[in-house]
């Protein structure tokens, strides 16, 4: 592979400027431990496969686990390599405010967004990119998670152009599959502490059957794994101190309702551990409490290490 740590670092001078809580000498070890290698996977599964296809990348993992940050380097080493790769979320794929309020006369329990998705946009979307040839235009949707009062809407488009080798498609619930034993959902876990959350954790469980063929798109999946989940709140408090001091951002304890309101959704200790587990993901990264890139281990390493 024609990439050198020492010789070749300075590639990455622009997202360190951007991102200060970078550490360099932890990049460069990352790089030699864990982007490096993968980098590698991907360009022998873009060479087994269709060339004339791009390779979709599915990338999940809770708020705040560092998907974006990873995406930012994961492209600037591929375009050094000479690959394009687009990021893509499945955020940009939410539906709009219009369509979340019918939802809401419907059922009043989606007090926001959360698994409510256009699947069919978003799996054209994929199709599209995936299948891309030059001199083709794919629009993708701009989501505004701070439109509507924080509520969200779909506020224009973006076109790609270019055709890309590699599609990073990122979630908080991406490949979240249902779970067959649902009695799991009434053993105690944080946000599951009631009987009406219950209840809409199982209905969401089943509504999650909806995405399977979306999921079917993904070509290599990777899992960022949080063992301490509930970090999360942390990592939310941290950033929204940094809003308050700009005069917006929530309070503790709106921060505790929102997290808690995508727990009920797709739990990181229920749906989120078993894609974790699940024999069709490619990999898992171990996430650690400050963000630092723990273990790459397979799904059999990580049922047997973190049962």
Do not use: C
Request: aromatic share 10%; hydrophobic share 35%; proline share 4%.
């Amino acid at each position: 592979m024609d990439f050198d740590v020492k010789q070749d670092f300075d590639i990455f001078q622009s997202i360190l400027i951007k991102r200060p809580e970078i550490n360099p000498d932890n990049l460069k070890k990352d790089l030699n431990n864990y982007y490096l290698p993968f980098i590698q996977k991907l360009i022998k599964l873009k060479l087994q496969r269709n060339l004339h296809q791009g390779i979709i990348v599915g990338v999940s993992a809770i708020q705040g686990a560092g998907k974006t940050t990873q995406g930012e380097i994961l492209e600037i080493l591929l375009e050094h390599l000479g690959y394009s790769s687009i990021p893509l979320s499945i955020d940009d794929h939410y539906i709009t405010h219009e369509e979340l309020n019918r939802l809401r006369v419907k059922d009043p329990r989606f007090i926001r967004r959360g698994v409510t998705h256009d699947i069919p946009k978003a799996i054209k979307n994929l199709t599209d990119l995936k299948n891309m040839k030059d001199g083709m235009e794919v629009k993708i949707p701009i989501y505004d998670k701070g439109a509507k009062s924080g509520d969200g809407d779909r506020v224009g488009f973006r076109t790609i152009n270019q055709k890309p080798h590699f599609i990073f498609y990122d979630g908080w619930m991406l490949g979240a599959k249902r779970v067959e034993d649902e009695s799991i959902f009434e053993s105690g876990l944080p946000a599951l502490d009631t009987s009406e959350h219950i209840q809409f954790a199982k209905d969401i469980n089943r509504k999650l059957d909806e995405y399977i063929p979306l999921w079917d798109l993904i070509d290599f999946m990777l899992v960022l794994y949080v063992l301490n989940y509930q970090i999360s709140l942390t990592w939310r408090e941290q950033a929204e101190e940094r809003l308050r001091a700009e005069g917006k951002g929530m309070s503790q304890q709106q921060i505790k309702e929102f997290v808690y309101y995508f727990w009920r959704s797709v739990h990181p200790a229920i749906q989120i551990k078993n894609l974790a587990y699940d024999k069709n993901t490619d990999q898992v990264v171990i996430i650690n409490d400050d963000h630092t890139i723990g273990k790459i281990m397979t799904p059999k390493q990580v049922k047997m290490m973190y049962p």
